[in-house]
């Protein structure tokens, strides 16, 4: 776990200057003597002989974390009656830094050598665990650089900046940022730190899992979202060790479904990660650790559609009065696509496990929920464009008690005569049933009527 290198920090200066081996870009110093084609290894993720945490490493990272992080609610969600069991929340977006990560990043730090925290260490990531490394390092004393990709939300880059952390900001996508940080890591004699399958990480994350059976102890299922691995595989220990009978369900994007991958090839493999909502999902291939420990204890793996993702963040938005990023609504999400329906009757635990939506697509996310809901619809109607035709329009929109959120007039692409004019709307509805109410009335008073609703199917 130690080397004999001294620590060197990456900080960030003004840009666009050279000095000796590094060069400044985007405000930050990068090292152009490392070698980024060589492949670095992690000595704590062996896929050769990965290291399988037990139910002592788990109840270790406990006694080691106390005081150190929130132990967080775990209440009886209003949705509960909605779906027919008995819906329990594990608030873990409630962390300070908003994330479970914590968990794992605490316990990390809390291990190593004297010599190696002098020096400390160093991750790649694109948001959490670069936000727990740094709150904790700096609460620890422990100099902690994160790299994260160039994609990486601006709010969660200053907030690394703000805890104390040296933030490099380089590579298109997560995999170019680990070479980067790997390489400088050896460099520098900084201990790698993977956010999803260190083994102290893993065990860090089990934590949540001992709180949960002394919040719930009459629990027969708890959904998890899966990304890396090190979340379900540190619950699954803690859970069935304690309640051998509970279901463990884990739920991926359909845009990042390695985990799936991992169990059916029986290791770690590569899969193609798209644009998700739940971009803390997005992990292309899981750990070899994680996976090791998570096999023989999941019972049931699903994949969650975006739209279902979307509709999870809003409803705990209303419903919950909970700010919840996309992978923290995951687990949500299945309950309301209808994936898990053995569980209907039955006490559920879901892990609420990250709040660090990025605000600036917060509220994209929220009209799209509305919009697979229902409750957001647009159509177009062809109405007369002499005196009136709109205002009747109008008229007949208001008293249905549909809003008018947006309108638009078109009347240059018509096929129809020059004295009609295509009025676009978008509107909010109470539900897809009142929606529905609409495109009937819409299609009895008007000849061409063009009605989209984009509530996913069945």
């Not at 914590?102 to 190696?116: D, K, M, P």
Request: hydrophobic share 40%; charged share 20%.
């Amino acid at each position: 776990m130690t080397t004999e290198n001294d620590y060197d920090s990456v900080n960030g200066h003004a840009s666009s200057k050279m000095n000796g081996n590094t060069r400044e870009e985007n405000g930050v110093e990068l090292d152009d003597e490392l070698d980024l084609t060589e492949v670095v290894p992690d000595p704590y993720c062996d896929e050769t002989s990965p290291y399988i945490v037990n139910f002592n490493d788990v109840s270790a990272a406990a006694y080691k974390i106390k005081g150190g992080v929130e132990k967080t609610p775990c209440s009886l969600s209003q949705m509960s009656k909605q779906y027919d069991m008995q819906i329990y929340f594990k608030k873990d977006f409630l962390q300070y830094t908003g994330s479970f990560k914590e968990r794992g990043a605490r316990y990390l730090l809390s291990q190593l050598s004297q010599s190696q925290a002098k020096r400390g260490v160093i991750a790649a990531s694109a948001g959490n665990h670069a936000l727990a490394l740094a709150y904790h390092g700096r609460l620890l004393q422990v100099p902690v650089t994160v790299v994260m990709p160039l994609s990486a939300p601006m709010m969660k880059v200053e907030s690394c900046r703000q805890q104390g952390a040296s933030v490099v900001v380089t590579g298109m996508d997560f995999g170019e940022a680990k070479r980067y940080a790997m390489a400088l890591g050896k460099k520098r004699g900084l201990m790698y730190v993977n956010g999803y399958d260190h083994p102290h990480i893993v065990a860090g994350q089990g934590t949540m899992g001992l709180e949960i059976i002394e919040q719930v102890p009459h629990m027969d299922a708890c959904i998890i979202p899966v990304g890396g691995g090190g979340l379900i595989a540190g619950l699954a220990i803690a859970l069935k060790t304690l309640k051998p009978g509970v279901q463990i369900i884990g739920v991926e994007s359909e845009r990042s479904t390695g985990f799936q991958a991992a169990l059916a090839a029986g290791h770690p493999v590569r899969t193609h990660v798209g644009q998700t909502l739940a971009d803390g999902l997005a992990v292309p291939i899981v750990g070899c650790n994680s996976l090791a420990t998570a096999q023989g204890h999941i019972d049931k793996m699903v994949t969650v559609r975006e739209s279902y993702i979307a509709l999870a963040i809003l409803r705990l938005i209303e419903q919950e009065k909970a700010v919840v990023e996309g992978a923290g609504a995951a687990g949500l999400a299945a309950i309301i696509e209808g994936l898990v329906p053995e569980l209907k009757g039955k006490t559920v635990v879901v892990a609420l496990c990250g709040g660090n939506i990025d605000t600036t697509a917060l509220g994209r996310v929220i009209e799209r929920g509305l919009a697979a809901e229902g409750r957001l619809v647009r159509f177009g109607v062809t109405v007369s464009d002499r005196p009136g035709g709109i205002a009747e329009l109008t008229k007949r929109i208001a008293e249905l008690g549909v809003s008018i959120k947006d309108i638009l007039h078109e009347r240059a692409w018509l096929q129809t005569d020059v004295f009609s004019v295509m009025v676009r709307c978008v509107v909010e509805t109470r539900d897809i049933g009142h929606a529905r109410l609409l495109e009937r009335e819409m299609r009895k008073h008007y000849s061409h009527v063009e009605f989209s609703l984009d509530v996913p199917a069945a």
